[in-house]
């Protein structure tokens, strides 16, 4: 039985940055938490002891601190997205770069005296990759109560449910909620996060509610209206129970507990997760203009409606695995040579590349060898990285090189499929 490396990554963990900005006499703060992962090909640090592409963990701190002066933090999200980008071309045995970032609110007291609210913590995961970015925003520790208009009755009992029905309680939790975005192009990340929290916050104090999931639903479901931008979102909710204290028993004449005193219990705790999804659509057209092969589209079409974006990408990326030859031929066919520039999204893709000489003259010797235009995922990718992969390439025999090319026409034709949703 062999034994080899799993999955791994290293990042810093919890570098706290503060940024003040005193370019007035009013000065402003951003107070963060930030931690770095990378993912990719560091297997020889693990199995060597090589460190030759290790960037390391204390660099990546100091890029932390560094970027939040160098491209500021106007929000959160703009400031993960390039900080990830960074770090990517900085380790290029990364394939992925994690950037997670807590933001701790300050209230103004003065032009420059603060106050550090208590409550909600405002975050986002950023996921840079050589082929584009995710981003994940979000909010924790965001305590609410409903001290009354909320009830948990009907539920399922056996033998050992002692719970009491009721139709009238306090509801009370801390939510964690993540909402994550169609495209990571978005601007207006400020606006889209003051806009969710009012919502969760509006939709919770406005519900009537028959148990905590169905306000879960309706506020991920407001949430999800209010912001196309947005695919899902997910809630962890423990529950905050608080008990009513029985007055019983104490010999105090007209002493009655109408609903008034309770006992604030923090464990055991229910805990309650779910995620609102938007079901994904897409169109014929839509398909084929990220992979210009019929039977592909036909395919994908066919297992719909899809649950969530997650269940369409994977039945595209099924779908894209095998190609006859009659399809890669069609495929080729929408695609310009590595650095001629064809039409939008090409040149989007290839922004990275610049035509050369050198560039023209291996995509001669490519289409000599193998007839066919040279193919490859060339997003997140420059010049000489997209060089080194024909050279390399250009020592496969017919049949690996066929795979190759058809594994890339999948590449590309699921980023643009995700990019379009």
Not at 234 to 249: E, T
Not at 340 to 345: S, Y
Request: aromatic share 6%; proline share 2%; glycine share 8%.
């Amino acid at each position: 039985m062999a034994i080899q490396l799993g999955a791994n990554q290293y990042g810093k963990a919890e570098n706290r940055v503060v940024r003040i900005v005193r370019d007035t006499p009013v000065h402003e703060i951003k107070d963060l938490n930030v931690s770095t992962s990378l993912r990719g090909d560091f297997a020889d640090a693990h199995t060597h002891g090589d460190q030759a592409a290790v960037l390391p963990t204390d660099t990546q701190k100091n890029t932390a601190f560094a970027y939040a002066k160098l491209h500021g933090v106007d929000s959160v999200e703009d400031y993960a997205l390039a900080l990830g980008r960074r770090l990517l071309d900085a380790a290029r045995a990364a394939h992925e770069a994690e950037i997670r970032v807590e933001e701790y609110a300050w209230d103004r007291l003065g032009p420059h005296s603060f106050v550090r609210r208590g409550g909600a913590v405002r975050t986002c995961t950023v996921t840079v990759t050589r082929g584009g970015a995710r981003v994940e925003s979000g909010v924790g520790e965001l305590t609410v109560l409903n001290s009354t208009d909320s009830e948990f009755k009907g539920f399922l009992k056996d033998e050992f449910t002692t719970l009491a029905e009721t139709d009238d309680r306090i509801l009370a939790t801390s939510l964690v909620a993540t909402w994550r975005h169609a495209s990571a192009e978005r601007q207006d990340w400020n606006a889209s996060y003051d806009k969710a929290l009012d919502t969760i916050l509006t939709t919770f104090a406005g519900t009537y509610s028959r148990a905590l999931q169905e306000t879960l639903y309706a506020m991920g479901r407001a949430v999800l209206e209010g912001d196309d931008g947005l695919t899902d979102i997910h809630f962890r909710a423990p529950n905050k129970h608080h008990f009513l204290v029985d007055f019983s028993g104490f010999r105090v004449d007209g002493l009655t507990n109408d609903g008034e005193v309770f006992h604030a219990a923090d464990r055991p705790y229910g805990l309650i997760e779910a995620t609102v999804v938007r079901t994904p659509e897409v169109s014929r057209e839509q398909l084929l203009a990220c992979l210009a092969v019929p039977r592909w589209a036909d395919e994908v079409l066919a297992g719909g409606p899809y649950a969530d974006r997650e269940a369409l990408l994977g039945r595209a990326d099924e779908a894209a695995r095998q190609l006859s030859d009659a399809e890669l031929e069609q495929a080729l066919a929408g695609h310009p040579r590595i650095g001629e520039r064809g039409g939008a999204q090409s040149q989007s893709e290839q922004s990275g590349v610049s035509p050369s000489d050198r560039l023209a003259q291996a995509n001669a010797a490519y289409e000599q060898r193998f007839d066919r235009v040279f193919l490859i995922r060339a997003a997140g990718r420059d010049a000489e990285e997209i060089l080194a992969e024909l050279e390399r390439r250009m020592q496969n025999d017919d049949a690996a090189e066929r795979a190759e090319t058809v594994d890339n026409l999948r590449q590309i034709a699921l980023l643009r499929l995700e990019q379009s949703l």
